[in-house]
T-cell receptor, first 113, second 113 residues
Framework: DQQVKQNSPSLSVQEGRISILNCDYT??????FLWYKKYPAEGPTFLIS?????DKNEDGRFTVFLNKSAKHLSLHIVPSQPGDSAVYFCAPHSNFGNEKLTFGTGTRLTIIP | DARVTQTPRHKVTEMGQEVTMRCQPI?????VFWYRQTMMQGLELLAYFRNRAPLDDSGMPKDRFSAEMPDATLATLKIQPSEPRDSAVYFCASGLSGAYEQYFGPGTRLTVT
């Protein structure tokens, strides 16, 4: 029962162009959505988040969009830089009163110089 | 620079041996999470503590895995006996009660032969 799906295991983007990473979910109880970035041999690090009451959150080159009716969110990176090459995880939180996150399977982003 | 620390970083052991992984959460954090990352499953939650009390270990194989927090500065994950299918990277994360963001350690790469 995969509640969170990142259907693209990998994505290659030219440096300077826009990278779009997608995440679909099935659980309507998710109320907050986080994106984590992971480099090899390191733990995931928090990147950006969005509350379910919003449809967009922007932080520098990173923007997350949420479409609640479609149960879909996306992370846009523009312009893409070589240092953005990493695995990106979508991690929603459910409003059951605990701190658990449900991680997607990740998308490996490669930025081509 | 507050970080989650994990020891050991790498562990190679033979099937049937006991494995203990340790985690020191960020000072002041009162939630601790253990995750396992495999190629097929992404990041799976194994166990979750709040104020040292176990809240959820439903993701953990009960017959061989155990997780404890002897004190607020130490969390342990034990596997006894270990099996080749336990080979994975195990991450510890900590956070604050009521907050969404989790801070991850660098992980322990376990290889069981």
């Amino acid at each position: 029962d995969q509640q969170v799906k990142q259907n693209s295991p990998s994505l290659s983007v030219q440096e300077g162009r826009i990278s779009i990473l997608n995440c679909d979910y099935t659980n309507s109880m998710f109320d907050y959505f986080l994106w984590y970035k992971k480099y090899p041999a390191e733990g995931p690090t928090f990147l950006i988040s969005i509350s379910s009451i919003k449809d967009k959150n922007e932080d520098g080159r990173f923007t997350v969009f949420l479409n609640k009716s479609a149960k879909h969110l996306s992370l846009h990176i523009v312009p893409s830089q070589p240092g953005d090459s990493a695995v990106y995880f979508c991690a929603p939180h459910s409003n059951f009163g605990n701190e658990k996150l449900t991680f997607g399977t990740g998308t490996r982003l490669t930025i081509i110089p | 620079d507050a970080r989650v620390t994990q020891t050991p970083r790498h562990k190679v052991t033979e099937m049937g041996q006991e494995v203990t992984m340790r985690c020191q959460p960020i000072l002041g954090h009162n939630t601790v999470f253990w995750y396992r990352q495999t190629m097929m499953q992404g990041l799976e939650l194994l166990a979750y503590f709040r104020n040292r009390a176990p809240l959820d270990d439903s993701g953990m194989p009960k017959d061989r895995f155990s997780a404890e927090m002897p004190d607020a500065t130490l969390a342990t994950l034990k596997i006894q006996p270990s099996e080749p299918r336990d080979s994975a990277v195990y991450f510890c994360a900590s956070g604050l009660s009521g907050a969404y963001e989790q801070y991850f350690g660098p992980g322990t790469r376990l290889t069981v032969t």
